[in-house]
Each structure stands twice: as C-alpha cells, then as structure tokens.
C-alpha cells in the first residue's frame, strides 16, 4: 500500500523568502506524484505532478518540485513566495505505471504555508 | 461553469438523521471519486465510480453511507443515522478515461460539502 508523509503540518514564512515542503512518500510499486494546493473556501486545484521522464517539475506560479527516488521524496520549492501563496498544501500519490489511468489518490495530512509580509 | 459542482456546500444535521449529498461532474467524464477531508488531515478515499458502475470502495465506507451514480452522470452520497464523528468535508472528483492504460487521467476537484453533525 502506498503512503504519504509531510513532515511540517505548518510552514511560516516571510514575503520574498524561498520555502520547501516537504514530502516523502513509501511504496513499492511506481507511482505518479502530485502537489495540490487548497486555498480557504475553495476547492482542491493540482499545482504540479510527476509521471515520468524529467525529475524536476515546475508550476505556472514559480512553484518546483524534485522526484527523487532513492529517498523517495518528492518536496515543493519556490524561491520567493507571495502573500498569495498561503494555503494548504498537499503532497499525494497514486499508482503508476498500467493502474496509473483510474486509481484513487492518497494524500498527505497537509502543511499549511502562511506567508507574513 | 464548466467544473465540479456540489450541493449543498454546507450541512448542518443534528446526530441520529440522514443527510444526502450531490456531486456534478464535469460534462462527458465518466471517473467519478468521492474523498473525506477532516480537520487537519488530507482528503481520504471513500469510492470510485466508471460510470455507473461502483467499482471501489473504501473500509472506510460503513455501511450507514451509501453512494450511487444511477445514470452515470451526476452522483449522490448518503449517510443514515449520522454521528458526530461524520462531521467532515466531502469532497468530489472527476475525471476522463481518455488518456488509456499507463496514463494519468486528471482529477477536477468540486468545493465540498462541509457536513457538520451536532
């Protein structure tokens, strides 16, 4: 079975600072990896994901993140973050490879990043 | 709008009652999912859907919550007789089957349902 682990339930930050979240994640079958980001009152929006080829993903917003298997690890990164960017982040896991079409997601308990100007 | 949409966004029920969700997807995805999210934790797998047919359910599914998607269109989530430990947000997704086998078809994700039991 697949499981996921953010090791920072909170991550305070000021404007203009670089942040990581952090996400590890146990399995031991392939997977797809993904970053989903909840601001308050609304609903769950994918930020970026994983499936294959290049390790390191990037988002629309400046957003980045680094499969690493060997640790397995998937942490998000931005170097210079905005008031904008506080909210609930959560890391999430599904099989990949031939499930990799339809299967259920498993998250993450989230770490809620709040940027202080 | 073209996205998810459910209804109500919010519930309040007092213990004991039954409560009755909706969850539009968007038009012509045939994936539908259902997730638990309670306060401080991630969204949690409750079951799946290809069209009509419910082909996943989670332990986590009691026997007092029941979901249907008669049509394969829109879907309904019920739970009888709630107790205070339901009080949570559930969420819906849904996605396409077009990407095949070895892809990944995106999940959209609704706004939830807050359902708080008192």
């Known amino acids: 079975a697949q499981s996921v682990t953010q090791l920072d339930s909170q991550v305070p930050v000021f404007e203009e600072a670089p942040v990581e979240l952090r996400c590890n994640y146990s399995?031991?079958?392939?997977?797809?990896l993904f970053w989903y980001v909840q601001y308050p009152n609304q609903g769950l929006q994918l930020l970026l994901k994983?499936?294959?080829?290049?390790?390191l993903v990037e988002s629309i917003n400046g957003f980045e993140a680094e499969f690493n298997k060997s640790q397995t690890s998937f942490h998000l990164r931005k170097p210079s973050v905005h008031i904008s960017d506080t909210a609930e982040y959560f890391c999430?896991?599904?099989?990949?490879?031939?499930?990799?079409?339809?299967?259920?997601?498993?998250f993450g308990a989230g770490t809620r990043l709040a940027v202080h100007p | 709008d073209t996205g998810v949409s459910q209804d109500p966004r919010h519930k309040i029920t007092k213990r004991g009652q039954n409560v009755t969700f909706r969850c539009d997807p968007i038009?012509?995805?045939?994936?539908l999912y259902w997730y638990r999210q309670t306060l401080g934790q991630g969204p949690e797998f409750l079951t799946y859907?290809?069209?009509?047919?419910?082909?996943?359910k989670s332990r986590l599914l009691s026997d007092r919550f029941s979901a249907e998607r008669p049509k394969g269109s829109f879907s309904t989530l019920e739970i009888q007789r709630t107790e205070q430990g339901d009080s949570a947000m559930y969420l819906c997704?849904?996605?396409?089957?077009?990407?095949?086998?070895?892809?990944?078809?995106?999940?959209?994700f609704g706004p939830g349902t807050r359902l708080t039991v008192l």
């Open positions: 997704a849904s996605s396409s089957g077009l990407a095949g086998v070895g892809l990944y078809n995106e999940q959209f």
């Open positions: 399995s031991s079958v392939s997977v797809y």
């Open positions: 994983y499936l294959s080829g290049s390790t």
């Open positions: 999430a896991v599904t099989l990949g490879g031939l499930r990799g079409g339809y299967n259920k997601l498993i």
């Open positions: 038009s012509e995805h045939n994936r």
């Open positions: 859907f290809q069209n009509e047919a419910q082909l996943e």
